[in-house]
């Protein structure tokens, strides 16, 4: 079995310890940057060139047999070429696709796409996926304009059916309004939690998500929506790379207000030293060192390997995310 089965197993049986906490890492960049998600080889200047295709699958190989990750999701193009490869045959590891791609996410090089209201569109095909995967992220961006999140709901209700035909399982991933309409930023986290539980209140469960996906909106509303359905698995999102502070404290603060999950893909890939980043994950979910500590132990690393940090400590010992503000001890 599976670490992502042995945890879901144990928490949905009540019995969640800060030990049974979910890491995946986020490897599916292509569908939102293209030649550019990849990561530059310079950390230092992403201007430069980035890493090709088959440099990107080697870090996800370095990542699954680093056994720190409980679930690998990349595009279905880079999945099938590594299940195929064996990389998850004798890995706990759970290989996960991008199930659907909608439009908020597309941010082509002079593109505009991400600035409209987003529109569902899936360019994976689970008749082909489900041969080789069986599990996978599927998104929805709820924006407030009712024709646009109709059509996103019977759009995910068409993927469930789906994935139900071909025995596929999927978590749900719920980003932020991307551009809302006559909703204040004080009223979206929780507009954000209303429509999770609006729309999961008429799935059965056969069809159900395994856990979600979303932004930490704060203590607040995360600690609301982790209280109002115990039985929800919920995952935090990464977002932007930020400092190595508000990575740690995402993980700290995000478990500490309910979490059980969380999914980083570009605090890991731009990280000066991804493994060595990942490597201080459950020491800081598990509270054997605090978020403040881990960045300072994170800087002596670097500092050993030769390697240039991209800020100074004292800058990358600062909260930059506001829903993290306040929230520092």
């Known amino acids: 079995m599976k670490s992502l089965d042995k945890k879901l197993k144990t928490i949905a049986a009540g019995k969640y310890k800060p030990k049974d906490f979910i890491l995946a890492d986020a490897k599916d960049p292509d569908y939102a940057f293209g030649v550019k998600g990849t990561g530059a080889h310079d950390y230092l ?52 696709i991008r199930a659907n791609d909608t439009t908020d996410i597309w941010h082509p090089r002079g593109g505009n796409f991400a600035k409209e209201p987003s529109r569902p569109w899936r360019t994976a095909n689970l008749a082909y996926v489900s041969k ?50 006559n909703l204040s930023a004080e009223q979206m986290p929780f ?14 469960k056969v069809e159900r998500p395994l856990f979600l996906k979303m932004p930490f909106n704060g203590r607040k509303a995360m600690e609301e929506l982790a209280s109002h359905d115990p039985g929800l698995v919920i995952g935090i999102l ?68 030769g390697l240039s940090p991209k800020r100074s400590l004292e800058d990358d010992l600062k909260i930059t995310e506001p829903a993290l503000e306040g929230y520092r001890k």
């Open 191 to 204: 507009f954000v939690n209303d429509m999770i539980m609006r729309v999961l209140a008429g799935v059965a």
């Open 238 to 305: 990464g977002g932007s790379s930020g400092t190595t502070r508000d990575c740690f404290e995402l993980l700290s603060q995000g478990e500490k207000a309910g979490a059980k999950v969380a999914l980083f893909g570009r605090k890991i890939n731009l990280a000066e030293s991804p493994l060595d980043l990942v490597a201080l994950f459950r020491p800081v979910i598990e509270s054997e060192v605090t978020a403040e500590q881990a960045v300072k132990h994170y800087h002596a690393i670097l500092s050993k390997k």
């Open 132 to 181: 080789f995967c069986d599990l996978g992220l599927y998104s929805v961006t709820f924006n407030n304009i009712l024709e646009r999140d109709l059509d996103s709901v019977a759009q995910y209700r068409a993927f469930r059916e789906d994935a139900v035909k071909h025995k596929f399982r999927h978590f749900l991933e719920i980003f932020n309004p991307n551009a809302p309409q």
């Open 45 to 96: 200047d992403q201007t430069g060139k980035h890493r090709s295709i088959p440099e990107f699958r080697q870090t996800i190989r370095d990542i699954v047999r680093q056994k720190q990750m409980d679930v690998m999701l990349g595009a279905v193009s880079n999945m099938e070429v590594l299940i195929e490869d064996g990389v998850f045959a004798k890995s706990h590891v759970t290989p996960a």
